[in-house]
């Protein structure tokens, strides 16, 4: 799961480096509100815990269909059509990345 929010001046991404599964440990972390740079116009702006978004990390599932195949290929010589059960190991991925971006999504902190 990545963690961005979006630069009022020139509208690109901003990426959050923080590995907090949820909003409330990134409050934790970084506060209510904190000072995010970006990347692409240089500018500094102050950004709301609520106004991170989370998105799945495509990179995980991209590994882990690497090592589903991997491990497909290396069952199947042993095992057959049995070892084709690896596959799921990119569709387990997939999903955990969805419902915790999902779960970070929907929490959001109430604004005092
Ligand atoms: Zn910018």
């Given at each position: 799961m990545n963690l961005y929010t979006r630069c009022n001046s020139c509208k690109k991404d901003i990426r959050i480096k923080s590995s907090a599964p949820t909003r409330p440990e990134l409050q934790m972390e970084k506060g209510e509100e904190f000072q995010v740079n970006c990347q692409n116009c240089g500018k500094i702006e102050k950004k709301h815990i609520n106004d991170i978004k989370a998105e799945p990390n495509n990179k995980i599932i991209l590994v882990g269909i690497g090592i589903g195949v991997l491990v497909t290929i290396i069952l199947w010589n042993y095992f057959g059509a049995i070892?084709?059960?690896?596959?799921a190991i990119p569709i387990l991925l997939w999903q955990q990345q969805m419902s915790a971006t999902k779960t970070f999504n929907s929490y959001m902190i109430r604004r005092k």
């Open positions: 070892g084709t059960v690896s596959v």
